[in-house]
């Protein structure tokens, strides 16, 4: 599901699987105006920009490393621990160079 948002879309609408998970300018808009909406979902593949300790808390109670949980529509996910590691370890195994 990280895809959805944290993918590129091509032109025909499909995920652009060239940059999977590199972060993606957010399609998802409120159909009320939101002060504060993020434009983009960040790059997530190789290296997001937490430790991995910070993503796996980020993934178990949907709080990020300020304290805070991130903006919507970022979801906050209730993993479990070993469900939050394996994603974590999956991010980490994703290629770290831009356009590949
Ligand atoms: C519905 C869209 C959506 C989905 C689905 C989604 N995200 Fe996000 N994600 C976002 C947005 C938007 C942000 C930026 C939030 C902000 O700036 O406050 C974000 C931020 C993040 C960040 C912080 C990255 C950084 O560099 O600050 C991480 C880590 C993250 N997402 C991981 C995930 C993972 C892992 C999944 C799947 C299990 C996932 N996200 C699914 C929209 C989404």
Not at 29 to 40: Q, V
Not at 41 to 49: H, I, V
Request: overall charge neutral; aromatic content about 6%.
């Amino acid at each position: 599901m990280c895809g959805t948002c944290h993918t590129p879309h091509t032109s025909s609408g499909t995920q652009d699987r060239a940059h999977y998970l590199e972060g993606a300018p957010l399609w998802l808009n409120p159909t009320m105006p939101i002060s504060d909406w993020p434009l983009r979902a960040p790059r997530l593949a190789g290296q997001p920009s937490g430790t991995d300790a910070e993503v796996v808390t980020l993934l178990t109670t949907g709080i990020w490393k300020d304290g805070k949980p991130l903006r919507a529509p970022m979801p906050q996910f209730r993993m479990t621990k070993e469900d939050a590691e394996a994603v974590v370890a999956y991010l980490r195994s994703l290629s770290n160079a831009v356009g590949q």
